[in-house]
């Protein structure tokens, strides 16, 4: 009898010791009540969701909000919502310098009114138009992610936030 208590202590000690590595689940449940759900469509086309890659399911772990990722049978969507400002919401630019690809940042569209920022990129024969914003649910909104970051930080504009990149072949 005593050797179970012993097992049942030792077992709860362990469980009590693994207790701080679930905290980003419960973060994960706190982000996932305040979120509202995908949008079904993008600039009048139906979203198809798509599997996270390896890495975008890595880098949503510890993320501030969700990641998806769809296609529009076009084009490439990805949409992160976060609810906090964070450093962790980086410009897609980085990933794709990050995975080998060469860019040539083109200058900031507008596009109805919004504004967007892109870059070509290219790796081998493969070559991508890619452009991203940031915007709020209150008119705000940023072509440049460390303009967000700031504003976030400064109080000057308050979330949830819905940064889209849209990624295309060039040429289609």
């Known amino acids: ?19 701080p590595l679930t905290a980003g689940s419960n973060a994960s449940a706190r982000e996932v009540a305040g979120f509202p759900g995908w949008p079904s469509s993008f ?22 909000g969700r990641v998806g990722r769809f296609s529009d049978g076009k084009r490439e969507i990805v949409i992160r919502w976060v609810d906090q400002g964070t450093r962790k919401l980086h410009a ?9 690809y060469t860019l040539d940042v ?14 070509s990129a290219s790796k081998g024969a493969q070559k991508l ?9 209150h008119g705000g909104q940023w072509s440049d992610v460390s303009a967000w970051y700031w ?9 949830p936030w819905w ?4 990624a295309k072949n060039a040429g289609s």
Do not use: H
């Open 92 to 100: 897609s630019s980085d990933c794709f310098k990050a995975n080998g």
């Open 106 to 119: 083109q200058p900031v569209k507008i596009i109805g009114n919004e504004r967007w920022s892109g870059f």
């Open 1 to 19: 009898m005593r050797s179970l208590a012993t097992i049942a202590f030792a077992a709860l000690c362990a469980l009590s010791a693994l207790a």
């Open 129 to 137: 138009e890619v452009r991203e914003r940031i915007a709020d649910g």
């Open 43 to 64: 600039e009048g086309r139906e979203l198809i969701p798509l599997s996270l890659t390896p890495l975008e399911a890595r880098f949503q772990q510890n993320f501030p």
């Open 151 to 159: 504003a976030a930080q400064l109080g000057q504009t308050r979330g």
């Open 163 to 166: 940064a889209i990149t849209v």
